[in-house]
């Protein structure tokens, strides 16, 4: 059982946009005053993940602007526009976690493209 | 752009242990940006976090395979490595090599993993 949540799956048309939700603890996504460690992981079937957002809304360097980042309180969330049918994934996020140094991942969220 | 390279394993058995190496390319492991980071993923399953070594030897290991994980690194040959005793069949999986930003803890660069099959 994963400390972050996520819903297993979630579906959308092309051209929509999605929000996929990452829910933790204060101790780890909702440790407001300290951290805002929440990074976002696409892994394309058959693939090693690759960082889409990193400290909750940055994106890296070549990663579509598409790809958004956000959180309010113990909720972190990636949302997708403009969805394509590249984008059929499963999505990880993972935070820091207070007192540990290597942070953890959610359980993961597979995206259908319809 | 760092390159991540994981070795291909042999067989393993299980009770044997597990032996990994990444090599990585484009930068140097003793850089003071990156933690070097262990990860895997049974068949069908999620991530889960191994651990971490620093250039300097440094190491954090998920304190669940502590007992049985070793981390090493050798700056000069760019490589850092692991090793996992008793496996079990529970330890299958795709095992990545991975960098850990020291400041936002974000797995930047990613090897392509290598696939572990515990199997007498």
């Known amino acids: 059982q994963s400390v972050l949540t996520q819903p297993a799956s979630v579906s959308g048309s092309p051209g929509q946009s999605i929000t996929i939700s990452c829910t933790g603890t204060?101790?780890?996504?909702?440790?407001?005053?300290?951290?805002?460690?929440v990074s976002w992981y696409q892994q394309l079937p058959g693939k090693a993940p690759k960082l889409m957002i990193f400290?909750?809304?940055n994106r890296p360097s070549g990663v579509s602007d598409r790809f958004s980042g956000s959180k309010s309180g113990n909720t972190a969330s990636l949302t997708i526009s403009g969805l394509q049918a590249g984008d059929e994934a499963e999505y990880y996020c993972?935070?820091?976690?207070?007192?540990?140094?290597?942070?953890?991942f959610g359980g993961g969220t597979k995206l259908t493209v319809l | 752009q760092l390159q991540l390279q994981e070795s291909v394993p042999g067989p393993v058995k299980p009770s044997e242990t597990l032996s990994l190496t990444c090599t990585v390319s484009?930068?140097?492991?003793?850089?003071?940006?990156?933690?070097w980071g262990w990860i895997r993923q049974p068949p069908g399953k999620g991530l889960e976090w191994i651990g971490r070594?620093?250039?300097?030897?440094?190491?954090y290991y998920n304190p669940s395979l502590k007992s049985r994980v070793t981390l090493s690194v050798d700056p000069s040959k760019n490589q850092f490595s692991l090793k996992l005793s008793s496996v079990t069949a529970a330890d299958t999986a795709v095992y990545y090599c991975?960098?850990?930003?020291?400041?936002?803890?974000?797995?930047?660069?990613w090897g392509q993993g290598t696939l572990v099959t515990v199997s007498s």
């Open positions: 993972s935070s820091y976690i207070t007192g540990d140094t290597l942070g953890v």
């Open positions: 204060s101790s780890d996504v909702g440790d407001v005053g300290t951290f805002n460690y």
């Open positions: 400290d909750v809304s």
């Open positions: 484009g930068g140097s492991i003793s850089t003071s940006s990156y933690y």
């Open positions: 991975a960098t850990l930003e020291r400041y936002y803890f974000s797995l930047d660069y």
């Open positions: 070594i620093y250039y300097s030897g440094s190491t």
